[in-house]
């Protein structure tokens, strides 16, 4: 028994290093496995100033952790229900080629998981681009407004000249919220509901972020449609160049500079940073700017290195968090990465086993 299981890793081995031989190509064909835990609980963030969501967050954070693989990687995730609500996860761009039982639909592809259970999904990265995981039970108010959603970040076998060139990813994902229905686990979404709050990554401007930049960078810009609205996303002072969707490369990119993100899609942007200075990229949707409550919505800055500050600046001396947008984690090769930042507080299934 050892013998043989030895063999295997030999044989693995021996696969491994002929595959380096071949040079890049080959080592790009080499699949991996990689294996993650997600939890699902209830925590509470701060959206926007004066306004907290209760949330079903996926390892206690929104957005859920960032999940990085390569085209090939054979992918296992163990799931644990802490909520007290039933849930699922859909792994929204994967194919599920061979493995539908993990497509993660409640009532077509498995059951869903109850409170205080756990499912264990296994799929192959079956296809590259900007994929996400999200809820699919009750997903009116699970995705639209209790941030069950995270980014799926699967790298291509075979990466293009443009998609080389990229030296920062930033990945926004946009959504809704109903500031009535924040407290109250199990209701909003619906139709005639009216979402009020809008944010990038769970945060309204001034609470988001800016991203800061250099002459010289290339951006690729990763936005999704995480919530019920359509995002209009304008960049001031640069062209976009328009070049994937839904995580596939388009045949032939092209410039714009509004975008507009839907429920579900992503747009792919790619921006040389060569224009020095302070530029807004915002949700041209005007009721998006949470009027009625607090100006912000989902809102960033492009700030160049060696701008001089003012003192009028709305974020003059903002506490920087350079992975708000993932652009670190990004950086570090493969495997989940959390953000603090994202982290809500007191899970409740946690004060319950506390007060138990
Ligand atoms: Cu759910
Ligand atoms: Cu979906
Ligand atoms: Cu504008």
Redesign the pocket.
Same mark, same amino acid.
Request: charged share 20%.
């Given at each position: 028994m050892e013998l043989r299981s030895l063999g295997l890793q030999r044989a693995h081995l021996v696969s491994c290093a002929a595959a380096i031989a071949l040079g890049s190509w080959a080592i790009a064909a080499h699949a991996e496995k990689r294996e993650f835990n997600l939890t699902?609980d209830e925590v509470t963030i701060n959206v926007a100033p004066g306004f907290n969501a209760n949330v079903?967050a996926f390892n206690g954070q929104v957005p859920g952790p960032l999940i990085h693989v390569r085209e090939g990687d054979e992918v296992t995730v163990h799931v644990t229900n802490n909520?007290t609500?039933? *849930?699922?996860i859909h792994w929204h761009g994967v194919n599920q080629t061979g493995t539908w039982k993990s497509d993660g639909v409640p009532l077509v592809t498995q059951q869903q998981i109850e409170p205080g259970s756990e499912f264990t999904y296994h799929w192959t990265a079956d296809r590259p681009g900007s994929l996400w995981y999200h809820?699919?039970?009750?997903?009116w108010? *699970?995705?639209a407004i209790?941030g069950?959603w995270g980014p799926l970040i699967v790298d291509p076998k075979n990466p293009s000249a443009l998609e080389k060139s990229v030296t920062r990813d930033v990945i926004m994902m946009m959504n809704t919220w109903e500031s009535p229905f924040g407290g109250s686990y199990g209701k909003g979404g619906s139709p005639g509901d009216v979402a009020d709050y809008f944010s990038v990554n769970a945060k309204s401007f001034p609470l988001s972020q800016p991203v800061r930049v250099k002459k010289g960078d290339v951006v690729r810009f990763r936005m999704y449609g995480a919530g019920d609205e359509v995002h209009e996303m304008h960049l001031h002072g640069h062209d976009q160049l328009f070049s994937h969707k839904d995580g596939y490369a388009l045949p032939n990119p092209y410039y714009v500079d509004t975008v507009p993100v839907g429920p579900g899609e992503r747009y792919d942007t790619i921006v040389q940073m060569n224009n020095p200075g302070r530029f807004i990229f915002h949700d041209h949707v005007d009721r998006h700017l949470n009027m009625g409550g607090m100006l912000g919505g989902p809102i960033t800055v492009m700030e160049y290195e060696g701008v001089a500050p003012d003192n009028w600046y709305a974020w003059n001396g903002k506490a920087y968090d350079p992975d708000f947008f993932y652009s670190e984690s990004m950086k570090k090769g493969y495997g989940m990465f959390t953000n603090v930042t994202f982290i809500g507080t007191a899970p409740k299934s946690e004060r319950r086993a506390r007060q138990q």
């Amino acid at each position: 028994m050892e013998l043989r299981s030895l063999g295997l890793q030999r044989a693995h081995l021996v696969s491994c290093a002929a595959a380096i031989a071949l040079g890049s190509w080959a080592i790009a064909a080499h699949a991996e496995k990689r294996e993650f835990n997600l939890t699902i609980d209830e925590v509470t963030i701060n959206v926007a100033p004066g306004f907290n969501a209760n949330v079903f967050a996926f390892n206690g954070q929104v957005p859920g952790p960032l999940i990085h693989v390569r085209e090939g990687d054979e992918v296992t995730v163990h799931v644990t229900n802490n909520t007290t609500l039933p *849930h699922t996860i859909h792994w929204h761009g994967v194919n599920q080629t061979g493995t539908w039982k993990s497509d993660g639909v409640p009532l077509v592809t498995q059951q869903q998981i109850e409170p205080g259970s756990e499912f264990t999904y296994h799929w192959t990265a079956d296809r590259p681009g900007s994929l996400w995981y999200h809820c699919h039970v009750n997903v009116w108010e *699970h995705v639209a407004i209790r941030g069950m959603w995270g980014p799926l970040i699967v790298d291509p076998k075979n990466p293009s000249a443009l998609e080389k060139s990229v030296t920062r990813d930033v990945i926004m994902m946009m959504n809704t919220w109903e500031s009535p229905f924040g407290g109250s686990y199990g209701k909003g979404g619906s139709p005639g509901d009216v979402a009020d709050y809008f944010s990038v990554n769970a945060k309204s401007f001034p609470l988001s972020q800016p991203v800061r930049v250099k002459k010289g960078d290339v951006v690729r810009f990763r936005m999704y449609g995480a919530g019920d609205e359509v995002h209009e996303m304008h960049l001031h002072g640069h062209d976009q160049l328009f070049s994937h969707k839904d995580g596939y490369a388009l045949p032939n990119p092209y410039y714009v500079d509004t975008v507009p993100v839907g429920p579900g899609e992503r747009y792919d942007t790619i921006v040389q940073m060569n224009n020095p200075g302070r530029f807004i990229f915002h949700d041209h949707v005007d009721r998006h700017l949470n009027m009625g409550g607090m100006l912000g919505g989902p809102i960033t800055v492009m700030e160049y290195e060696g701008v001089a500050p003012d003192n009028w600046y709305a974020w003059n001396g903002k506490a920087y968090d350079p992975d708000f947008f993932y652009s670190e984690s990004m950086k570090k090769g493969y495997g989940m990465f959390t953000n603090v930042t994202f982290i809500g507080t007191a899970p409740k299934s946690e004060r319950r086993a506390r007060q138990q």
